[in-house]
């Protein structure tokens, strides 16, 4: 008798909230600077393993800045880049947005062209590749001023940078949105479609912000809404999508523990919240470790798994055809486990 093919346990989904600087894993930070000719301030995979234990976002964020120190060439970017999509093929993702740090890297003398060419490289060969299909965000950093992130976006536009939107990340307590109205302006005037980090480790009044201020399409994290009911209610109505980072959280103890996760409550409130792995180089986990752990800590049915999965399809900015297709996929994964 023919076998089967196993199902998959994890569904077939859109990771929307993803840096690529996140997907550094260790071994490949070895090896660019090896060919790179760096000499690491660790001496092995495991002492700079026994650097990854976060207390909060800062903690996590100082090593990512620093392990980036690797990346130097086109073909670095690149390499880190197919590294990803290899990795998310395997997990079910068949459609990344993905978001890369074009400052963190001209802070180190990295030109836009190295960082942006590089990551463009691998996406334009991931269909064919790897079936996925992509889109590119460029991401700013809310530590810096905002003056040079108007900069560094006329930049990407000057060059025809191939992004999709512009994102807002980094350090948040402190750094409320309000201080990129103007970016996020120039940026919907481009035709830019639009995310920030917003209610991860900062007040709920921030996500109020990006939404009111920034004008954003949809809200990376936001598990502080619900601290505000009202506000929790505001996002149901007008369906904003917030890509939810399960592992992420744990790790940099936004909260206390998997168990505690607000993500039951998320959606029995029918907010429309996506799985995603952030940063899984350093979160422990890609997109389908993220899947596998929230099934794991709450007991999540297919159907459950397939809205999550849908839901991620239906806030991506993927063009209607695509996205027609990829519920087809959710569907069809849904009806092979019943
Ligand atoms: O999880 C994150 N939060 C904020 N900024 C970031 N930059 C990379 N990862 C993150
Ligand atoms: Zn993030």
Redesign the pocket.
């Known amino acids: 008798m023919p076998t089967t093919p196993a199902l998959s346990s994890t569904p077939p989904c859109a990771e929307l909230h993803l840096?690529i600087?996140?997907t550094l894993e260790p071994e490949l930070i070895f090896e660019l600077a090896g060919r790179n000719g760096i000499t690491l301030p660790y001496a092995s995979l495991d002492e700079l393993r026994a650097r990854y234990r976060f207390t909060d976002?800062q903690s996590?964020?100082d090593l990512?800045y620093a392990n980036m120190d690797v990346l130097r060439t086109e073909a670095d970017f690149a390499d880190m880049t197919r590294a990803y999509l290899r990795r998310a093929a395997a997990a079910g993702v068949r459609h990344v947005e993905m978001?890369m740090?074009p400052q963190a890297h001209l802070v180190r003398g990295i030109p836009l062209e190295t960082s942006v060419r590089g990551v463009c490289a691998a996406l334009a060969a991931s269909e064919e590749e790897f079936g996925i299909s992509t889109a590119l965000i460029a991401?700013f950093l809310r530590d810096r001023p905002a003056e040079e992130a108007l900069d560094v976006l006329e930049d990407l536009l000057a060059m025809e940078a191939p992004i999709i939107g512009i994102g807002l990340?980094?350090?948040?307590v402190g750094n409320p949105p309000e201080a990129f109205i103007g970016l996020y302006r120039r940026a919907r005037e481009a035709g830019l479609r639009t995310v920030a980090?917003a209610g991860?480790e900062g007040p709920s009044h921030y996500i109020e912000q990006a939404l009111d201020l920034l004008l954003v399409d949809r809200i990376?994290?936001g598990i502080r809404c619900l601290d505000d009911p009202e506000l929790v209610q505001r996002l149901v109505h007008e369906k904003i999508p917030l890509t939810i980072?399960p592992l992420?959280n744990v790790r940099?103890q936004a909260v206390d523990s998997l168990a505690a996760h607000p993500l039951p409550q998320m959606l029995e409130h029918g907010l429309n919240i996506s799985v995603n792995s952030?940063?899984p180089a350093y979160f422990g986990g890609y997109a389908d470790d993220n899947f596998r752990a929230v099934q794991e800590a709450f007991g999540l049915d297919r159907a459950q798994l397939g809205l999550l999965a849908a839901n991620s399809i239906e806030a991506s900015f993927a063009p209607p055809g695509r996205r027609a297709e990829l519920l087809h996929e959710v569907r069809r994964w849904e009806a092979a486990g019943a």
């Open positions: 840096h600087e996140g976002l996590f964020l990512y978001m740090d991401a990340d980094s350090a948040e980090h991860e990376d994290h980072c992420s940099l952030d940063d």
